[in-house]
């Protein structure tokens, strides 16, 4: 067998996943075979075997999805649909937030909602993954597909020209006939705040799809952590 090329990716959030870079490294540990692993793990401990980083530019990652035999990925919608973009199915591995991992159990959701869906493999234990990942090093055509077209670089380039325009007008600037419309006052300038950044891609990705099938924005809701007054 030729060597294996496996990329797994955190991405950008800032709680650990230590226990996906875990999962990995005893796969790679126990493989029959040579695998070639790359860690993209953010804010999570780095790889001790293999290589890693922990960001890489947009284009380069693509890449090495692209490349990769088999991509494992967070359960991040941006995340998914950028593996999906290059023709690969993903596996995902959703954070869970009762470890630490997020602030809500909106990945578990959505990545079973696009598991049933068929566009991405869901694993949520190790013995799953370790037969998931031996599975697809047998044959790694079986997670080959006709590149899906992402809406997330469209997305952000249409946000990002919306906050270019507003980030332009005077400070204080804003439409007074909005505040008419509901009676309301025209507030002190200085009280005015300016986007702090733009939003991030996944959040962008997330709502599209929550606009289009309200069953997932239902469960997305139901997720999100409740906070009493």
């Given at each position: 067998m030729n060597t294996i090329s496996?990329?797994?990716?955190?991405?950008?959030?800032?709680?650990?996943?230590?226990r996906l870079v875990d999962w990995a490294e005893n796969w790679v540990s126990a493989a029959p075979f040579e695998v070639?692993?790359?860690?993209?793990?953010g804010s999570s401990r780095a790889p001790r075997i293999g290589t890693g980083a922990e960001l890489l530019p947009r284009e380069q990652l693509l890449e090495r999805y692209r490349t990769a035999d088999i991509v494992v990925t967070q359960g991040g919608p941006g995340g998914i649909f950028d593996v999906a973009s290059v023709g690969k199915l993903p596996v995902v591995v959703?954070?869970?937030?009762?470890?630490?991992?997020?602030?809500?159990?909106?990945q578990v959701i959505f990545g079973r909602f696009v598991a049933e869906r068929d566009e991405a493999i869901l694993v949520e234990d190790e013995a799953t993954f370790d037969d998931v990942l031996s599975r697809a090093a047998l044959d790694p055509d079986?997670?080959?597909?006709?590149?899906?077209?992402?809406?997330?670089?469209?997305?952000?380039?249409?946000?990002?020209?919306?906050?270019?325009?507003?980030?332009?007008?005077?400070?204080?600037?804003?439409r007074w006939p909005r505040f008419a419309q509901v009676?309301?006052?025209?507030?002190?300038?200085?009280?005015?705040?300016?986007p702090a950044a733009p939003v991030p891609e996944p959040v962008l990705v997330e709502a599209a799809l929550m606009q289009r099938d309200p069953q997932l924005r239902l469960a997305l809701r139901e997720a999100r952590p409740r906070h009493s007054a």
């Open positions: 496996l990329v797994v990716s955190l991405g950008t959030d800032h709680h650990r996943f230590d070639d692993l790359f860690v993209q793990h959703p954070r869970v937030p009762d470890l630490g991992e997020h602030v809500d159990g909106h079986s997670l080959r597909r006709a590149p899906r077209r992402s809406p997330v670089t469209e997305t952000a380039a249409a946000l990002s020209a919306v906050i270019d325009e507003v980030m332009q007008r005077p400070a204080g600037f804003v009676g309301g006052r025209r507030p002190d300038a200085a009280r005015i705040a300016r």
